[in-house]
């Protein structure tokens, strides 16, 4: 696993193959930080599913209201929903969409991220400036790469775990 330098800023998403460590960047889109973090400590991403995975873009998931086994899970409707939380204001940036960034889903109002987010599976910079990039991946690229493609999977992957790196007792 990779160092972690700042424990309250960094996620431990575990996948079926292993953990991924996620650096957030409060400096950059403080809301859209805050709100993973908000999140994971609630378990509100804990046993969500990757409803959409295209090969050679994105990983997407954090579909709170329809992703969870735990809850009303309904794969044709996950991706539609988010957290019971007001939605984000944008927070766009200059960073670019590359590999292993993560992004703020949302609908075509650039003001209505919510939960759901997406991980870049290669550098897709015609995304620059219309969506938030609020973290990267430091550790574990190689167990994003391993999630199952589809609209939805047929069976997906899940995120067994999101937890903040600073309330795990080994960070």
Do not use: C, W
Request: aromatic share 8%; no cysteine; charged share 25%.
């Amino acid at each position: 696993m990779a160092e972690i330098k700042d424990p309250e800023n960094t996620i431990i998403m575990t996948l079926k193959d292993g953990s991924v460590v996620i650096e957030l960047l409060p400096d950059i889109a403080p809301k859209h930080t805050e709100r993973m973090k908000t999140l994971a400590r609630a378990g509100a991403y804990d046993n969500v599913v990757f409803h959409r995975v295209i090969d050679g873009f994105m990983a997407q998931s954090g579909d709170v209201e329809n992703g969870n086994a735990a809850k009303d899970f309904n794969l044709r409707r996950a991706g539609t929903g988010g957290s019971d939380l007001p939605d984000l204001p944008a927070e766009f940036s200059r960073i670019p969409h590359d590999r292993g960034t993560l992004g703020a889903a949302r609908s075509q109002n650039p003001n209505s991220a919510n939960s759901q987010f997406f991980i870049n599976f290669k550098d897709n910079h015609f995304l620059n400036g219309q969506y938030t990039v609020y973290g990267r991946v430091i550790s574990g690229m190689e167990f994003v790469d391993k999630i199952k493609r589809g609209e939805p999977p047929a069976e997906p992957d899940r995120m067994l775990s999101v937890k903040v790196a600073a309330d795990v007792g080994n960070a």
